[in-house]
Antibody, heavy 120, light 108 residues
């Protein structure tokens, strides 16, 4: 079964850190880029970060630059999102999503999400 | 950055209705547009990509059209399971990958 599964969410105080994981199975992980997308309570979807299939490049939303780091371990079929200096506005469900294989960069497989809460 | 604007933000419709949602980009994005469906408490699901290509397993009552800056998602005959939020997304000029603000389809 093709799937990605997020873990690592929780509640932290402002300024704290969390590391999210996205574990993939059922497909050739090293063929696909992986994104993190978040959704604040009652709000829409916001792209956060992307890493290429081979880890050669990473991209971040302005809201994440300098605080979040995306990485991957293709031997473990896992992508990570290290989140530092967390703020109240980072509170959201965080989804990882696979890029469609080929020329079109849509997100075809999504995980169930992991909740991150930032609160004092 | 390219901004995506959907209209309407919400709509009420009945089972069997034809529903149309539009999405406009602030600059031309060719056909590099995807549509997603999201039900409450669930992850988004890819419906269409390349503006009009139906993702595998998605019912044929969903269709998409458009190119450049203006795009449309159409549900030909609304079914009970289609009541959800819908998001467009551009992937033509990235980063960032940008989503529309969403359209909620509610039961009339």
């Amino acid at each position: 079964q093709v799937q990605v599964v997020e873990s690592g969410g929780g509640v932290v105080q402002p300024g704290g850190s969390l590391r999210l994981s996205c574990a993939a199975s059922g497909f050739t992980f090293s063929d696909h880029g992986i994104h993190w997308v978040r959704q604040a309570p009652g709000k829409g979807l916001e792209w956060v970060a992307f890493i290429r299939y081979d880890g050669s490049s990473e991209y971040y939303a302005d809201s994440a630059k300098g605080r979040f780091t995306i990485s991957r371990d293709n031997s473990k079929n896992t992508v990570y999102l290290q989140m530092n200096s967390l703020r109240d506005e980072d509170t959201a469900v965080y989804y990882c999503a696979r890029t469609l294989y080929g020329a079109h960069d849509a997100f075809d497989i999504w995980g169930q999400g992991t909740m991150v809460g930032v609160s004092s | 950055d390219i901004q995506m604007t959907q209209s309407p933000s919400s709509l009420s419709a009945s089972v069997g209705d034809r529903v149309t949602i539009t999405c406009r980009a602030t600059q031309g994005i060719s056909n590099s547009l995807a549509w997603y469906q999201q039900k409450p408490g669930k992850a988004p699901k890819l419906l269409l990509y390349a503006a009009s290509i139906l993702q595998s397993g998605v019912p044929s009552r969903f269709s998409g059209s458009g190119s450049g800056t203006d795009f449309t998602l159409t549900i030909s005959s609304l079914q009970p399971e289609d009541f959800a939020s819908y998001y467009c997304q551009q992937y033509y000029i990235t980063p960032p990958w940008t989503f529309g603000q969403g359209t909620t389809v509610e039961i009339k």
